[in-house]
């Protein structure tokens, strides 16, 4: 997704949270799935600028952010210090 898709699917959940929290109330079981769907956009969001404004990745560099974003725990993710 581009940038503007993001940001307007983030505002779409957003919008969904509110509606169903005041008609539905705080604990409804939709919920924590659309939290956690615009919690996962925002970070999307976030990581997108920070690459755009970033100079080019090294191949280390984009090994170890790979490995940051694997879905294992971090303790399992072996730290590379960059080569100098």
């Given at each position: ?9 983030r ?12 008609f ?61």
């Open positions: 997704m581009n940038p503007d898709e993001l940001n307007s699917e505002i779409r959940i957003a919008g969904r949270v509110a509606a169903i929290t005041r539905h109330g705080p604990d409804d079981p939709r919920l924590p799935a659309l939290r956690e769907k615009a919690r996962a956009l925002v970070a999307e969001e976030r990581i997108t600028a920070i690459i755009a404004d970033a100079p080019p990745l090294t191949e280390t560099q984009r090994e170890r952010l790979a490995l940051l974003l694997n879905p294992k725990p971090l303790a399992a993710v072996p730290y590379v210090p960059p080569k100098r």
